[in-house]
């Protein structure tokens, strides 16, 4: 039952070895982007969340309010 059990750890090595063999050699055919492309995508994503952020800040703006007039309408006066 020992040889079993080293045996499976050999195995399990063995299987982590070719895995990260596998995975580097993988990491060789990746066609990585200049620092041109890279600045631009970057760029991209930044202007995407600004303009997001300030899509839902307004919604959100834009039903407190709405919401703040209905509800408290009749308490502050």
């Known amino acids: ?7 499976a750890d050999q195995q ?3 299987a982590l070895v070719r895995f ?4 580097l050699d993988e990491l060789r055919k990746v066609v990585w982007p200049t620092p041109g492309e890279l600045w631009r995508y970057t760029m991209v994503v ?3 969340v600004v ?3 300030v899509f839902i800040g307004g919604v959100d703006l834009v039903v407190g309010e709405a919401v703040k007039r209905w509800v408290y309408s ?3 006066k």
Do not use: S
């Open 1 to 7: 039952m020992a040889v079993t059990a080293r045996r």
């Open 12 to 14: 399990e090595e063995f």
């Open 20 to 23: 990260m063999r596998e995975v």
């Open 46 to 48: 930044v202007m995407t």
């Open 51 to 53: 303009v997001l952020a």
């Open 74 to 76: 009749g308490i502050a």
